[in-house]
Nanobody
């Protein structure tokens, strides 16, 4: 399976950012998988943002839930992360990941999001 992130790169504060992960080699509706977003901010470790499961139900990191939305488009085999009212603290590399209950084995290459006026 391969995952590929896409996004705007540079955005201004207060905008809404949408990142898309396109999955190939496997279906996002296949049982047992959780299609996940993880980010790494400059100088920090990896941070779990949330995931959409094979059933379509989304779950979120509680500390980020208020401005985060994860959805999927099964017709395109894609899932999407939306971040509302972004601030410079959102600047990070964002990864989409195929996770199971026991591992985070398949990762995209990551996409940089920079929030700056």
């Amino acid at each position: 399976v391969q995952l590929q992130e896409s996004g705007p790169g540079l955005v201004k504060p207060s905008q809404t950012v949408s990142l898309t992960c396109t999955v190939s080699g496997g279906s996002i509706t296949a049982k047992g998988y959780y299609w996940t977003w993880i980010r790494q901010s400059p100088g920090k470790g990896l941070e779990y943002m949330g995931a959409v499961g094979y059933s379509g139900r989304a779950e979120y990191n509680p500390s980020l839930q208020s401005r985060t939305s994860i959805s999927r488009d099964t017709s395109k085999n894609q899932f999407t992360l939306q971040l509302a009212s972004v601030t410079p603290e959102v600047t990070a590399v964002y990864y989409c990941v195929r996770a199971t209950a026991s591992d985070y084995k398949y990762w995209g290459q990551g996409t940089q999001v920079t929030v700056s006026s």
